[in-house]
């Protein structure tokens, strides 16, 4: 096994010569770049999985074994959990092991519950989410502006690696400015030093969802239903070329021409530029009435009750309490 690692078929000497020298067998060198047989009935599944589960996040493997009965395609939960895990899924509900951050990445608590969003570039937020493709996954990253649902930066990657989140992450900085509040899940991507040092390097406030809470980053969600129900389910896209060609078309048509309603039917780009009709706020009925917000807005204009940046930046910088549950949010505005 170790000896087969040493051939490279990209080298100056022939693989045949390699073989010869690590005195490895040729057909087990060439068995390796033979295609995998790709597995249709996984397909199907996948697909089946992929539709259902953006209709109903909160569906997990064993609600999945009973959508595919009732459609017609009896499996056992051993083999849903494989594609599910395959694609990345689990079921948004509170639990111990919804959400995995990398062990030793730091995590920063929530800040934005009560908090309300009241002008462009006030609170950023990304997500990653998969698109299925016929030999694989695809793995797309956006960047929102909470206010205007405006989609500031996108990227596709064929793996999970960091390294695209955080050139989404800089291409947005670069051409949009610098928000106050960013806000990720905690995924490893959005934990690891590479990513939240972008972020202290601008002076962006850090927030993270709690661990199992599907409302805390909403917004982005919401932008993945309308991703996938309005441009990659309907089109079935074959290649990363593809993709990458009719996602730039679908957020041209996103942000510039597709009206939202809770933007009173106007587009992203329209609120974006004039700072008039957006608006978020995840609202919690059970935590008491918010006196004030925890982290201080530029945009309040109140020194009455706002700290210097660096207090709150000083602030964001207490981690959260490993398994800590917070409250749910019981009301979000977030139609599209």
Request: one cysteine or more; hydrophobic letters at 40%; proline letters at 5%.
């Amino acid at each position: 096994m170790i000896r087969r690692g040493w051939i490279d078929a990209g080298d100056a000497v022939a693989v045949v010569r390699q073989c010869v020298l690590a005195s490895v067998s040729r057909a087990t060198v060439y068995a390796q770049q033979k295609a995998r047989p790709v597995d249709e009935s996984d397909l199907l599944l996948s697909r089946l999985i992929d539709e259902e589960y953006t209709r109903h996040p909160f569906y997990g493997s064993r609600k999945m074994v009973v959508f595919l009965k009732e459609t017609g395609h009896p499996v056992n939960r051993k083999r849903v959990r494989r594609l599910m895990r395959q694609m990345g899924l689990a079921g948004m509900a509170p639990g111990p092991n919804t959400s995995r951050p990398h062990p030793a990445h730091k995590v920063y608590p929530y800040l934005l519950r009560g908090v309300p969003v009241v002008r462009p570039n006030q609170v950023w937020s990304t997500d990653i989410t998969y698109i299925r493709l016929p030999r694989g996954f695809a793995y797309l990253v956006a960047i929102i502006d909470w206010y205007s649902r405006r989609v500031l930066s996108w990227r596709i990657s064929n793996s999970m690696e960091a390294v695209f989140c955080v050139d989404c992450l800089e291409d947005a900085l670069r051409h949009h400015g610098t928000p106050e509040i960013f806000n990720s899940d905690q995924g490893s991507q959005f934990t690891s030093a590479a990513f939240t040092d972008v972020l202290k390097r601008e002076g962006v406030v850090i927030s993270m969802d709690g661990r199992g809470r599907a409302f805390d980053n909403i917004f982005v969600e919401r932008l993945w239903r309308s991703v996938k129900h309005e441009d990659v389910y309907l089109k079935g896209y074959a290649s990363m070329g593809e993709l990458l060609v009719g996602l730039t078309e679908y957020f041209a048509f996103y942000n510039g021409e597709r009206p939202h309603q809770s933007l009173g039917q106007q587009t992203p780009d329209v609120v974006y530029r004039s700072a008039i009709g957006g608006g978020a706020m995840i609202v919690d009925k059970f935590a008491g009435a918010v006196e004030e917000t925890p982290v201080p807005l530029r945009s309040t204009g109140d020194s009455s009750t706002a700290k210097t940046r660096s207090e709150a930046r000083a602030t964001t910088r207490a981690e959260a309490t490993p398994g800590q549950r917070r409250p749910a949010a019981s009301e979000v505005e977030c139609a599209a």
